[in-house]
């Protein structure tokens, strides 16, 4: 059977009262009669008691004082000779035919057949030979009725006290679970509309529900962060490769329309050139950022000396020419040669790209050195440096603090590339900027 958790509460609940409550009833029915009991009983003694001196002899025959009384309390008393014959008193119905001998001064309880009652006898004795008993009865009628009562209180109350808890159950149960049903309701309504934008009402106070209802905002805002972060990472990448195929596609049209001399055709396919050359780049770049977040990027671990590895890169042609100043101590790192290359190419790149001033030379300063358990490779330029506002924005994906200062090359990718990559060995990129230049620094772990 299929129940809710709140029917489920519920009914626990309310099973959990009745059971309460009828012990309790058991428990009231128990201790009313004893009490009951105990109180006839003890009526009774005192009863027989008191009359006791209300009973003499004169001239040889009983005699009762004025304030003896035959029914007082619920105890009828009686007065019977030293050979058991009534002298006294009216029997009272319930017990006429009872045979029941005299004991003097127990008080005991006898079945009647109409119903139980208490009996007490006392023999007041006259002078040697004579005497007279005295005999006390209390039904005990009382107890009985009071254990009928209990029992019609119990069979009237208990089931209303049921349905009053079961629906006191339900009530509480339907508050306590309101926020959990809002919480499936905007889970669901995301679901099926897939605005991430939607939140759950959090409500009041530290419990239980506001902490998953506050969990669950978090982990749809960072949802949503990411969801918006993957859509503008598709635009800006379809935007970046669409300029430099309008680029050759207009280069094309042209060259076949007006390119006449050798010269001319040149040119174009230069263009051409240029513009395959950047979107092969970029395309590279967008695959190895692909791969690093699905973690299929493969990364050789391998020893890489970073003083070999700078010496090789600022071999390239690409660099052969410029100013870059070598401080080489010698360290080994442990990581991916080839991207750990891509990594300082592009710092390269950027700082002689952007680290000069306007008309000047760029002057570049690579470092290498082992600190502890890191092994650190640094690039520094003596650029205008990056604005305090921008440093962070630059680890960006497609960001670029001037982009009409990048000309065709590069789309904003390198350095959140170079930052994944260092990631991905476990280590870190920095940057530290001022007026005096900028200088990017990776640390990797130490082989
Ligand atoms: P790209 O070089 O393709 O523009 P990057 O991610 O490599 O992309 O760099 C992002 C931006 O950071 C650059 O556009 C540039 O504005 C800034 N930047 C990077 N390196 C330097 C540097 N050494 N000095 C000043 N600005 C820099």
Redesign the pocket.
């Given at each position: 059977m299929k129940l809710s958790v709140k029917a489920k509460v519920t009914l626990w609940f309310t099973a959990l009262m009745g059971a309460v409550s009828g012990l309790a009833l058991a428990l009231l029915l128990l201790v009313s009669q004893s009490v009951v009991d105990s109180t006839a009983m003890e009526t009774l003694s005192q009863t027989v008691r008191d009359s006791l001196s209300q009973v003499g002899e004169e001239q040889g025959s009983l005699s009762l004082s004025g304030e003896f009384s035959f029914y007082r309390d619920g105890v009828y008393l009686l007065v019977y000779s030293k050979e058991e014959a009534l002298l006294a008193g009216q029997l009272p119905g319930f017990f006429t035919g009872v045979e029941e001998p005299f004991q003097n001064g127990l008080t005991r309880g006898v079945d009647t057949p109409q119903g139980h009652c208490y009996v007490l006898d006392f023999f007041v004795p006259f002078g040697w030979e004579d005497g007279v008993w005295v005999r006390g009865i209390i039904p005990a009628g009382g107890a009985a009725q009071t254990s009928r009562n209990v029992m019609t209180l119990g069979a009237v109350a208990l089931p209303l006290l049921l349905v009053l808890a079961a629906a006191g159950g339900y009530a509480v149960a339907r508050r306590a679970f309101r926020p959990l049903d809002q919480m499936a309701a905007t889970a669901s309504a995301i679901q099926e509309g897939s605005d991430l934008s939607a939140r759950i009402p959090v409500g009041k106070g530290d419990n239980e529900f506001t902490r998953l209802a506050g969990t669950f905002n978090q982990m749809l805002t960072r949802l949503e962060g990411s969801f918006q972060a993957e859509e503008q990472f598709a635009s800006d990448a379809s935007h970046e490769l669409r300029t430099p195929v309008s680029v050759i596609l207009g280069a094309c049209e042209y060259g076949e329309k007006y390119d006449e001399t050798p010269e001319e055709r040149r040119e174009t396919l230069e263009m051409i050139h240029r513009q395959a050359k950047k979107m092969a780049k970029l395309i590279g770049q967008l695959l190895t950022m692909t791969r690093m977040e699905q973690g299929t990027q493969p990364l050789e671990r391998e020893r890489v000396a970073l003083d070999g590895l700078v010496r090789d890169v600022t071999g390239e042609p690409a660099f052969a020419g410029e100013h870059i100043a070598l401080e080489l101590e010698p360290v080994t790192a442990e990581g991916d040669s080839q991207l750990l290359g891509r990594v300082l190419g592009?710092?390269l790149?950027?700082?002689l790209?952007?680290?000069h001033r306007e008309g000047e030379a760029a002057e570049v300063t690579v470092k290498t050195w082992g600190e502890r358990g890191d092994a650190l490779l640094s690039?520094a330029?003596k650029?205008?440096?990056?604005p305090e506002g921008?440093r962070e924005k630059?680890?960006q994906?497609?960001?670029?603090?001037?982009?009409s200062?990048?000309g065709e090359?590069?789309?904003?990718?390198?350095?959140?590339?170079?930052r994944q990559i260092a990631r991905l060995h476990g280590g870190d990129l920095t940057?530290e900027?001022g007026p005096w230049?900028?200088r990017?620094t990776l640390k990797l772990p130490r082989k």
């Open positions: 592009n710092l790149e950027n700082a790209r952007y680290g690039v330029d650029g205008p440096g990056i921008e630059i680890w994906r497609f960001y670029q603090v001037d982009p200062r990048t090359e590069g789309a904003g990718l390198g350095l959140s590339m170079a940057l900027s230049g900028s990017f």
